[in-house]
């Protein structure tokens, strides 16, 4: 269970929904957004919001994200919301008839905890978090397990009264195809591009979010030679605006869409210039790819870029000036890329949807 299509929840439940499917062919699965299941209309409220929000107000969402008084006050209307949905996942769960339930979201998680709770059920419970820094909102007594994307989170876990042995840190589970490598001249001579300079990926999310266009602006003002490749997500606008300005840029750019090849991408590149998402960054660490981080959402991404930045696989820009600069560092001022690399390479935890599946398989 996850919410939201095109979202990093969504990525990681398909990646445990594959890893399950490779050790167990057999295996029965069923991958839902449990918002868009149980409240389809007050997701598409909520999405709405959040987005207009972070847009428009970051510091109001910065203020709401794991606030142990906002999380205190809103506990009776989460308490409502769950008994609301129970009927609905009564059907769904004496349908399906679940060996085990793996949530990739707090809320879905929260739900099932409570569903639990309330019917005495023996049902296991795995709650996967997807950024690389926890928050108060997944803590539920009915858990089964936590998987952890590092030894850090586990600790604020411990802190906020898990305890111990319901953790594994097995990392934030990415695709498969994030832990094989790839013939960099094949897929550069596919997207017409050279594989014997500098590659600098963009990325703006799923949503193609950020200043992206500040930020192509301010590398094709820069002298020095590399290519350029623009993942614009499901934002069609700033696609097709890349794409008129492309013709007329010396550098050589790609601008792509929605897609489901970042492994190539992050496999030929140098860099990447991203905002700080769980599922985005942990792809990055998978190909021992350095970052250039920008514009984090406040909250979870923020708490990201902290987390990324305190290991040393990536650098924050402030701004589009600092983008020039710290790209012109990275690529043409010595040992520090390397180090990056070394760093991301230490750090990564590729295998953590097959850990995942193999947990779910003994339980």
Known sequence: MYITLNSGHHCASMAIENA??????SVETMNINAFGYTNPILEKIINKTYMSVIRSKPEVWEYLYDNPKVLKNVQGM???????????LKVLLEEFRPDAVICTQAFPCGMIADYKKNLNLDLP???VLTDHAPHAYWIFRNVDYYIMP???????FIKNGVSETKIKVFGIPVS???????????????????SDIPTLLIMGGSQGLGPVEDTVDVLEGIEFFFQLIVVCGTNRRLEV?????????KKKMVVLGHIKNVDELMEISTIVITKPGGLTTAEALCKDLPMIIVH???GQEAKNAQFLLEEGVAVKAEDSEDIAALTKELLF??????EMKKQAGALKKPNAAMDIAKLVRDI
């Open 150 to 156: 590092s030894a850090a989170s586990k600790e604020s």
């Open 20 to 25: 399950l499917k490779q050790i167990a062919p």
């Open 333 to 338: 001022g010595g040992v520090k890329l390397e």
């Open 78 to 88: 989460r308490d409502m919301i769950h008994r609301f949905n129970s009927k609905k």
């Open 125 to 127: 419970l795995i709650g």
């Open 241 to 249: 605006i890349l794409q008129k300005r492309a013709a007329r840029y």
């Open 176 to 194: 498969l195809r994030f832990s094989k490598p790839c013939n960099k001249d094949e897929i550069c001579k596919r997207i017409v591009l050279r």
């Open 296 to 298: 984090p959402i406040p």
